[in-house]
């Protein structure tokens, strides 16, 4: 009901929006470029796309994602019918049995889930999402009501939303093609900004599902990563930005093919028809790519409809406005836009993120905001849409509050570490 409520106040907000805009400021062609407005348009004020062809955006992504979906699931199926995944639960279940108690021991969603959490963690997006989505239908099997998320669908989806991830390889080569002094300087800033904003999750869902997060089990593993990534990050630091880069491809893209060495190679073991399972997993992929269709295309148009309509602008002057008014530094201001659309839009925030280096300069205070504030939050409508929409849940509970609350948390962290680091 929270989404449905949300959804309908997007719409609403921004065609009333829209409409004091044609009749009081004689802005006549904003409804037209709002419905069929193309973003490389030279015509288009809003150099944005309208309804019509984020409908065409949403559908491609969907196509896209059918390739991807069927690959990575087809090797879930393999490591399924291995006994892969089980094992991987098996190891994780001491840690995720206290922060998912309704989940049984030794039960495949853990698996799933840690692949997921992998895979996000190296930056692996096109990995995460069928991951994710399998996680999900694993949780789907646990729950009694089917049309609710379960608290563990929720926890899962909270700290997936997080989007913890080690090296922001897209954001640091964005920084590296406009010719930033020093592309990697917001490397440590969006390791700590996405750290607390998963830990913020945690400790939100954690408080609303009374778990106790201080056992000694969930403490020595929160700190163990927390001890790995401080390691890791050090070594980072002695690299230079191509070192970075070359790290970065050779870890995450390496592990993806462990990963598929290793599974075929248990597979062979096990004496399992190899080719067989990866098809018939394969299979399921397509189809919860076309399921999720319907429900992109609904929550990619409701942020079209709010962005076209220039409500996002006015939100920008009220802050900007209010803490003139305060006395307080407005700097961080210019950089807001990129944190108010990365919640609805991870392409619209990128590109938010990039106008406003090209804008204010790559080294500017507010480029470089915007770059820590794109690592540190996730899009949390757009994976609500996906990954519920995939399993048909109609009621997501508190899942929205969460994930926002963890957003804002995010935000704030970031723009804190970006006066800390960045003056």
Same mark, same amino acid.
């Given at each position: 009901?929270?989404?449905?409520?949300?959804?309908?106040?997007?719409?609403?907000?921004?065609?009333?929006?829209?409409?004091?805009?044609?009749?009081?400021?004689?802005?006549?062609?904003?409804?037209?470029?709002?419905?069929?407005?193309?973003?490389?348009?030279?015509?288009?004020?809003?150099?944005?796309?309208?309804?019509?062809?984020?409908?065409?955006?949403?559908?491609?992504?969907?196509?896209?994602?059918?390739?991807?979906?069927?690959?990575?699931?087809?090797?879930?199926?393999?490591?399924?019918?291995?006994?892969?995944?089980?094992?991987?639960?098996?190891?994780?279940?001491?840690?995720?049995?206290?922060?998912?108690?309704?989940?049984?021991?030794?039960?495949?969603?853990?698996?799933?889930?840690?692949?997921?959490?992998?895979?996000?963690?190296?930056?692996?997006?096109?990995?995460?999402?069928?991951?994710?989505?399998?996680?999900?239908?694993?949780?789907?099997?646990?729950?009694?009501?089917?049309?609710?998320?379960?608290?563990?669908? &929720?926890?899962?989806?909270? #700290?997936?939303? @997080? !989007?913890?991830?080690? /090296?922001?390889? =897209?954001?640091?080569?964005?920084?590296?093609?406009?010719?930033?002094?020093?592309?990697?300087?917001?490397?440590?800033?969006?390791?700590?900004?996405?750290?607390?904003?998963?830990?913020?999750?945690?400790?939100?869902?954690?408080?609303?599902?009374?778990?106790?997060?201080?056992?000694?089990?969930?403490?020595?593993?929160?700190?163990?990563?927390?001890?790995?990534?401080?390691?890791?990050?050090?070594?980072?630091?002695?690299?230079?930005?191509?070192?970075?880069?070359?790290?970065?491809?050779?870890?995450?893209?390496?592990?993806?093919?462990?990963?598929?060495?290793?599974?075929?190679?248990?597979?062979?073991?096990?004496?399992?028809?190899?080719?067989?399972?990866?098809?018939?997993?394969?299979?399921?992929?397509?189809?919860?790519?076309?399921?999720?269709?319907?429900?992109?295309?609904?929550?990619? &148009?409701?942020?079209?409809? #709010?962005?076209? @309509? !220039?409500?996002?602008? /006015?939100?920008? =002057?009220?802050?900007?406005?209010?803490?003139?008014?305060?006395?307080?530094?407005?700097?961080?201001?210019?950089?807001?836009?990129?944190?108010?659309?990365?919640?609805?839009?991870?392409?619209?925030?990128?590109?938010?993120?990039?106008?406003?280096?090209?804008?204010?300069?790559?080294?500017?205070?507010?480029?470089?905001?915007?770059?820590?504030?794109?690592?540190?939050?996730?899009?949390?409508?757009?994976?609500?849409?996906?990954?519920?929409?995939?399993?048909?849940?109609?009621?997501?509970?508190?899942?929205?509050?969460?994930?926002?609350?963890?957003?804002?948390?995010?935000?704030?962290?970031?723009?804190?570490?970006?006066?800390?680091?960045?003056?």
């Amino acid at each position: 009901m929270a989404l449905s409520r949300i959804w309908s106040a997007f719409i609403i907000v921004a065609i009333i929006v829209a409409g004091i805009k044609c009749f009081f400021f004689g802005q006549s062609d904003i409804f037209n470029w709002m419905v069929v407005g193309k973003a490389d348009d030279a015509a288009n004020p809003l150099k944005m796309d309208g309804v019509i062809e984020t409908c065409w955006t949403a559908v491609n992504i969907c196509l896209k994602l059918i390739g991807i979906m069927a690959l990575f699931m087809g090797f879930m199926s393999i490591a399924e019918q291995a006994g892969g995944i089980r094992l991987l639960s098996r190891i994780i279940s001491p840690f995720f049995s206290k922060l998912f108690p309704e989940i049984p021991k030794g039960h495949p969603a853990t698996g799933h889930m840690v692949m997921n959490f992998s895979a996000n963690l190296l930056g692996l997006d096109n990995a995460a999402t069928p991951f994710g989505l399998k996680a999900m239908e694993s949780l789907q099997e646990l729950n009694s009501d089917k049309s609710t998320a379960s608290n563990a669908q &929720i926890m899962f989806l909270c #700290l997936h939303a @997080s !989007g913890l991830t080690l /090296i922001p390889v =897209s954001i640091i080569a964005v920084r590296a093609s406009l010719n930033a002094a020093n592309p990697t300087d917001i490397f440590i800033p969006c390791m700590i900004g996405t750290f607390i904003t998963t830990m913020a999750a945690m400790l939100i869902v954690s408080y609303k599902q009374k778990i106790r997060v201080f056992q000694p089990v969930i403490l020595a593993w929160v700190l163990g990563i927390s001890g790995i990534i401080t390691l890791l990050v050090l070594y980072l630091r002695t690299l230079t930005a191509d070192g970075l880069q070359s790290f970065s491809g050779i870890l995450s893209n390496g592990i993806i093919l462990l990963i598929f060495f290793l599974i075929v190679l248990g597979a062979l073991y096990k004496r399992i028809n190899v080719f067989e399972a990866f098809v018939e997993g394969a299979k399921g992929g397509f189809e919860t790519s076309v399921k999720i269709i319907p429900y992109l295309v609904g929550m990619l &148009i409701a942020i079209s409809l #709010l962005r076209t @309509s !220039g409500t996002f602008d /006015i939100i920008i =002057s009220g802050f900007k406005y209010v803490f003139t008014a305060l006395g307080s530094d407005t700097r961080f201001i210019d950089g807001i836009p990129t944190a108010l659309i990365k919640p609805l839009s991870g392409s619209g925030a990128r590109g938010m993120m990039i106008d406003t280096m090209t804008t204010h300069g790559v080294d500017s205070f507010a480029g470089r905001l915007s770059a820590t504030l794109q690592g540190s939050t996730d899009t949390t409508f757009y994976i609500i849409a996906v990954y519920y929409g995939a399993i048909n849940i109609r009621n997501t509970r508190y899942s929205v509050g969460a994930m926002l609350l963890a957003d804002l948390v995010g935000i704030i962290a970031g723009i804190l570490l970006a006066y800390f680091f960045f003056g």
